[in-house]
Structures are given as structure tokens and as C-alpha cells.
């Protein structure tokens, strides 16, 4: 990224020299690994495309296939504003299609589209969500809207603005209903003060599959700064209360953006695999305790959380973490639950 955008940005800079600076043995290099949750984009001064992502994926662990998330890449220049994103899917379906090829390695890169649909349309979501069912093909899973607001204009990403309460508005409930007739599912994304307003979402609409990204984003900068227990007991709170929606799913990753606040990038050396886990390790034993690990899905949030750390060292943590864990339990948080709830063939 450059200077410029770099103080603009809510994302830590990804340094490729700084990364280089560890290197990592694999641990169970045999597990199979469904990363659910990765971007690709060409935006100024940052580039992370199929090559960018095969870089890491063939790094050293074993990542049978990946799940694609909006990210306002590739959207149409013109027609209507409401089908704009569907230029995402038709983006993303092409990228799965030269994986799909064999060209590029065995895992299956984008076997699972999620993209976007603004659901203030209401009703009129539908022709849009069609619209990517037909892009995507067969990969097409759900929608993300992002929801992710908070009164310190500090913790806003200035690429979404979006007004709270957004997810009890009458509106955006019209056009989140469209998404289970449809098959499809949604991936909600806000920060920790927000996790109830997904569980009464979750409990308005029981037969919509729900996944919580980022472990229901944690705060620890702006007006959260030096409040981390008071947070993590807030944190903790919600989450066994939206565990208790069989609806819902949640992430296991996403935990290294900026507003999380842990600095890993402000160190001289990038962190080891046992750093993050022990960093981590509360909020995952929380959630994994809550949900079960047949709902719960290690996730890398590439590149956005490239800048804290490499692939290598994030799947080595996430395997230190699950070292208590059941081979079952294992198979389900690195693949099955991925599998299970983007419904992938792999």
C-alpha cells in the first residue's frame, strides 16, 4: 500500500519484508482446511489477487478450498445501482472457474461466492439476489451487508456507513427475507455492542442460516481503548446468548484489524503462532464452548488481517488452539462446519 494510502485507510499496511521475517514449520500439514472466509481486490496501492492468495494458500498447510466475501471488488460501472455488486460475483465466478480448471493447484479457490445486496431494496432484493444466483452458477451462497456501526466516528470504516439499528429496520427485514426462499444465507458483520441486535434478527427468522464474522468484532481502540475485560465480559455475555439461535454459526477469526486493537504490527518481528493463540485463546475457547465446534469455522480474513501476520503463523495458531480438541472436533472447525454450512463439494 502506499503512504497515502496507508493514513487513509482502517487497514494495517500489508509489509512483505516484514512478513518474510518469519517463516514457520507447519504443524499437521495433512489437515484439510476450508478457509471460509478471504477477499480478492485491485484497489490503489494494494493488489490481492488469485496469484496473491495462492501465495499464501500454498504455503504450507493443507487448504482443500476457500470461501470468497464481499468486498466491493469488481462492482458494475453502470446500469442499476441495486445490481452493481452482481459485477462482484461475475468476477469472483471467473476466478473459481480457472481454479476449477486444475491449472492452479488442488484446492478449490472460491467454491463458495459470498457477495452483496443493499437489503434497504426490501422486496426488490430478490430480482438482485437472483441475479447473482445466475452469475455465481452453482457457487453462489448468500449476501454479506455490512451493519458494523458504533457512536465513536473513529471505529467507522469510511467505505460503509451505515445507521445503527440498521437490522430491526422494517425495510432491510423485507429484503433480508428473500435470502431463505432462496436458499441462501447471511454473513453479519458489526462490532461486539451489536451482537444482540443479530440474535434478535436470528430469532425473527429461524429458518435463515446466519454466520457472526470476526467472533462478533471486538472493540479495543477509540472510546473501547484499555477496556478489554470490560469488553470481553460484554463480548462473552452476547455470545452465549446468540449461541443459543440454531440459526446461527460464527467465525473463528477476523481478530486483528485495527480496531482489535492488539498492535501485533507495531513490533519489531511478526508474531509467532503462539503469540496469537495466546492472545486469542479466550475468545475462541468462548465461542467453541458456546457454539459447539460443529458451528464454529477458523477463518483467515485475508489479506485485510495480512497485515499482523502471515498465513503460515495464523493456521499454526489456529492449530495450537484446537490442540485439545477431539479429531472430530478438528475435522469441523477447519473444515466440515466451512463445508456443511456454504453447502461446498470438495
Known sequence: MSTTTQQHSPYIPVRDDWLARRTETILEPELPIVDPHHHLWERPGWKY???????????????????FVQCRAMHRASGPEAFKPVGETEFVNGVAAMSASGGYGKAKICAGIVGHVDLLNGAKSREVLEAHIRAGGDRFRGIRHITAYDPDPTLMNPAYSPPPGLMFDKTFREGFACLAPLNLSFDAWLYHPQIGDVTALAQAFPGTQICLNHIGGPLAIGSYAGKREEVFAAWSKSI???????????????????????GFETKAEPPSSEELAAAWKPYVDTCIAAFGANRCMFESNFPVDKGSYGYQAFWNACKILAKGASASEKADLFCGTAARFYRLEL
Open 49 to 67: 489477487m488469485l496469484d496473491d492468495l495462492l501465495a499464501d494458500t500454498n504455503s504450507g498447510h493443507n487448504i482443500v478450498g476457500t470461501v
Open 240 to 262: 452465549k446468548a446468540l449461541a443459543a439461535c440454531p440459526n446461527v454459526v460464527v467465525k473463528l477469526g477476523g481478530m486483528a484489524m485495527r480496531i482489535n486493537g492488539w
